[in-house]
């Protein structure tokens, strides 16, 4: 009755003591596709696909994987399943070859089919050459593709990846997610949980946003884009004297109340105090140094808002130092229904 | 099948650590050395095993002490120790602190009052509540009856002599008298026939003290110690495991939790089984402890200890949360269990009280198994007991290690 999806959640709950980590989830994945988990950190991401790996009891609630329960069929649940863990779960002290021979043994991989396996994924994730050395010695990105060549031994229905890309190089991401793509390409499902906007939006064909344990979006990127509709990102920078917070929590009090501003956020940024340099910074105002502090804006038009926000910083004695209008994107969404940048 | 694969791979990781041969073999070596040097027994001792009695009031002039003497010299279970008269108020303590088995009063006129058939009374200091005091009483006993025996023979034949040719004088009558005596203590010096009982002993010397010392002490004593010593890296897989995540993973993997400890569990009792099967054998070739006079009881033994210590592994690898309380917790295993438990010195002289509290320690059964083998010269019957008690104890800390084992899946 569920072989129709490759994972089917329904109303799962997760409490540890008085904290309820997830509530109420429930989203189908589509055999074949690469589905997305996108939130923050603490959304409860990793929660939920530790239930569907069979690690954690759900408090209420069941899922679904290659149609077998997560409450009442685990075995089966993890025979479907290759999961890839945020951390490098591996044997330091052994080589290559014999991790991926005692994770095969842990798959039920027996003898010439086990070699050939073997074989196979140091192929896939490049490790060919190195597969003698010990662990320890390998670089990040290499053990990050030897923990996600771990999961692939089985040539799992189902390949779980969570956060795989957390605290890598720009070029070991890169090789992941080409990977990812690949590895879906052949026919596996894919479920990806990322607190970076642009995997989700890169790799996902759906996506499903998580804030505080719940489900506040679900759809193609496209779709929940729509959610915001025609409104603009706005990120600029705002320079105030040093230590006047006083004028810059006026200044966003002033602009929420704007018609055309639907949400200001400060956070995901930082302030900053430096000399002041540029001669507009260089007046009795501002004295010496200067504070810098970042603002994300969803704005009706910005044509339209840009001259009142400049107009109504000058008023208060603030100065606006840059302006990036972005077309709306995933965090966007995110802006528009918590009221929060994602990257907190 | 995979719960074997998860102990080869933790033999595969153990057999990395070149340091840890250091702690399951060399040290323990090299301690059963040095211990079994300090606990060597003094070489008067072992020249004279027999039990150590005072002797107080000799009757040095009387025409029976020298006999006496003879006697108790003669003695294979007590050994005679004069007492000079300073000592000889002391005695009740010196046989109190066990310096003495038991000490023997000669009271004034001992030979007078025997030859003229007379029972004259011996005072005997011993604890008839030790099987030592109860030992050397017996001796006094025995050594006091030949006396009156060799006494009642000299008499016997005087008398017959008398009957049949009669003596000229008294004095030649007390002439024959102490010649027939002398005839008769000489006689129980070099009995024709005797009827030994032995208490069967490694060493086959009989009546050798059964409390261990020398290498038949240090070689089991540093089994038990470095089972437990040898832990360390075995346990510090286990965290080193659960610390990386692996063994969330392994969960994620179709792996059961049983066979998950089954496979950490299986690894610990293989490292320690080898272990001490090396150590029986070096003990065995190097320091001449007999263990294959019982090989039977001996492989009972260690693998009972080896299941026990491997049970504690797992206990402490369980609670453990970093590699360092791995250390911390075996280093107090292992001292609480080898000093209480008898694995350092012999409970027997550490008095009866300690030797009692001793044997709460699992420790003090594996001990007494093994020195039930190479020091009491017992067989397998012997060993049933101790390991069917260490046994218990392995199943109780393999039933906490499942408990505390922390799948944290709730």
């Not at chain 2, 004034?108 to 009052?113: K, M, P, V, W």
Request: contains cysteine.
């Amino acid at each position: 009755m569920n072989d129709d999806y490759a994972i089917r959640v329904r109303n799962l709950y997760k409490t540890f003591d008085e904290v309820q980590a997830v509530r109420d989830v429930s989203l189908d994945v589509r055999p074949g596709e690469i589905f997305s988990l996108l939130g923050p950190n603490g959304a409860g991401k990793s929660t939920t696909i530790s239930m569907l790996a069979c690690l954690l009891e759900p408090t209420a609630g069941d899922a679904y994987v290659m149609g077998h329960s997560i409450l009442h069929e685990q075995m089966a649940v993890k025979s479907s399943i290759g999961v890839v863990p945020q951390e490098i779960a591996l044997y330091e002290d052994l080589s290559a070859r014999e991790n991926l021979s005692f994770w095969g043994k842990m798959y039920g991989l027996r003898g010439e089919r086990l070699r050939q396996r073997i074989d196979e994924v140091l192929e896939i994730i490049g490790l060919a050459q190195r597969q003698k050395g010990p662990v320890a010695n390998f670089s990040g990105g290499m053990k990050r593709r030897l923990n996600i060549g771990v999961a692939l031994l089985h040539r799992p229905d189902v390949l779980i990846l969570d956060e795989p890309t957390v605290g890598i190089d720009p070029q070991s991401r890169r090789n992941i997610l080409d990977s990812v793509q690949e590895f879906n390409r052949q026919g596996m499902t894919v479920l990806y949980t990322t607190h970076y906007m642009e995997e989700a939006q890169e790799i996902s064909d759906h996506i499903a946003i998580m804030d505080q344990g719940e489900i506040i979006a679900y759809g193609t990127h496209d779709e929940l884009v729509q959610i915001v509709g025609e409104l603009d990102r706005i990120d600029l920078t705002l320079s105030t004297p040093p230590g006047q917070e006083e004028i810059r929590a006026a200044l966003i009090q002033t602009w929420r109340q704007l018609d055309r501003v639907h949400q200001v956020s400060t956070a995901g940024h930082e302030t900053i105090t430096t000399e002041a340099g540029s001669p507009a910074e260089q007046s009795p105002d501002f004295e010496a140094a200067v504070d810098h502090s970042g603002l994300t804006l969803l704005v009706g038009d910005s044509n339209l808002v840009l001259p009142d926000l400049f107009e109504t910083a000058v008023a208060v004695g603030a100065r606006i130092t840059s302006v990036d209008i972005q077309e709306p994107n995933l965090e966007a969404v995110f802006l528009h229904l918590t009221g929060r940048a994602l990257r907190d | 099948m995979r719960a074997t694969s998860l102990a080869l791979k933790d033999l595969l990781q153990i057999a990395r650590d070149w340091k840890s041969a250091l702690f399951l073999v060399v040290m323990p070596i090299l301690f059963t050395f040095f211990f079994g040097l300090v606990l060597q027994p003094d070489s008067q001792a072992e020249a004279d095993a027999r039990l150590p009695v005072g002797i107080v009031g000799r009757e040095a002039g009387g025409q029976l002490g020298a006999h006496l003497e003879r006697l108790l010299a003669a003695s294979e279970v007590i050994r005679p120790v004069p007492l000079s008269e300073a000592e000889a108020d002391e005695a009740e303590a010196l046989v109190d602190g066990g310096e003495l088995a038991a000490a023997i009063a000669v009271p004034e006129g001992f030979s007078q009052a025997v030859l003229s058939g007379q029972s004259p009374r011996f005072t005997v200091i011993a604890d008839p509540m030790t099987t030592t005091g109860q030992a050397a009483s017996q001796g006094i006993e025995t050594v006091i009856s030949r006396l009156l025996g060799a006494v009642q023979t000299a008499r016997i034949s005087a008398d017959e002599f008398a009957a049949a040719q009669g003596f000229e004088t008294e004095g030649a009558r007390q002439a024959y008298l102490m010649r027939g005596l002398d005839q008769a203590v000489a006689a129980w010096e070099e009995p024709p026939l005797t009827v030994r009982q032995e208490q069967a002993v490694v060493s086959g010397e009989p009546g050798e003290s059964e409390v261990p010392g020398g290498f038949a002490q240090s070689s089991p004593g540093m089994i038990v110690q470095f089972a437990i010593f040898g832990l360390i890296t075995s346990a510090m897989i286990l965290v080193l495991e659960r610390q990386a995540g692996a063994l969330k993973r392994i969960l994620t993997t179709p792996t059961s939790r049983a066979a998950v400890i089954g496979g950490h569990v299986l690894a610990m009792f293989l490292v320690v089984f080898a272990q001490v099967l090396l150590l029986v054998l070096v003990g065995q070739l190097l320091f001449g402890v007999d263990y294959m006079r019982a090989p039977l009881a001996t492989l009972l033994m260690a693998t009972i200890l080896a299941f026990w210590a491997a049970s504690l592994g797992l206990f402490i690898g369980s609670i453990s949360k970093s590699q360092e309380q791995v250390i911390t917790l075996s280093l107090i295993a292992m001292f609480l269990f080898a000093a209480l438990g008898g694995a350092w010195f012999p409970l027997e002289v550490a008095g009866e009280a300690f030797a009692t509290v001793g044997h709460i320690m699992p420790t003090a059964w594996a001990m007494d198994g093994f020195q039930n083998i190479v020091v009491r010269g017992l067989g397998l019957a012997s060993v049933l007991l101790p390991a069917g008690i260490l046994l218990a104890y392995g199943l109780v800390f393999f039933g906490l290690a499942v408990w505390q084992f922390g799948f944290e899946t709730r």
